[in-house]
């Protein structure tokens, strides 16, 4: 069932979202089913679970090809839960973010080029990756959403922050963000 997604202003997304303590229940799946469907009706690449008012700690996020990002190499799909990332060389990169809960607009956010991350996918068993780049970017920007954090309060420099068809005006043909 696809959601309303959240947008920027209101306060559920701005609070720290809560582990997960019990995987594979009806109710788990049911959410990452509902997620999926969502995602896909927006055209994100990710969303977090406190993006459609669940305050859990409970990320989606990969795609083949994104109209939202036509340069973006793919990423699998992935269902994280209760991540935990870690920076392997803490070297930063600038990269031009949008958000669901922040429709039509894009920001150059300053994030870790390099990192690992673990949880759970939604039978329990652990995840491990190193990622970097893109993947790497999606990783942070979706679990920021599970400690309150959106992408705007990460930019360092907000004349590069704006309306998407008039910093992309190539993308301007994309209705979703
Ligand atoms: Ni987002």
Do not use: K
Request: glycine share 10%.
């Amino acid at each position: 069932m696809i959601h309303p997604i959240l947008r920027m202003g209101d306060p559920r997304l701005l609070l720290r979202a809560e582990d997960i303590t019990e995987f594979d229940a009806p109710e788990l799946h049911q959410l990452v089913a509902d997620m999926v469907d969502t995602m896909r009706a927006a055209g994100g690449v990710g969303l977090a679970a406190p993006q459609i008012g669940v305050p859990l700690r409970l990320v989606i996020f990969g795609f083949d090809h994104s109209e939202r990002y036509p340069e973006a190499p793919p990423i699998p799909f992935t269902v994280l839960i209760n991540p935990e990332l870690e920076p392997l060389d803490g070297m930063l990169a600038l990269g031009w973010e949008g958000c669901l809960s922040v429709p039509g607009m894009r920001g150059e956010v300053p994030r870790w080029e390099r990192l690992r991350y673990r949880g759970y996918d939604i039978h329990g068993q652990r995840i491990e990756r190193e990622v970097e780049g893109f993947h790497a970017r999606v990783v942070q920007h979706e679990c920021d959403h599970l400690d309150g954090v959106l992408y705007p309060m990460r930019i360092g420099d907000l004349s590069r922050f704006g309306f998407t068809d008039e910093l992309f005006p190539e993308l301007a043909g994309e209705t979703t963000a």
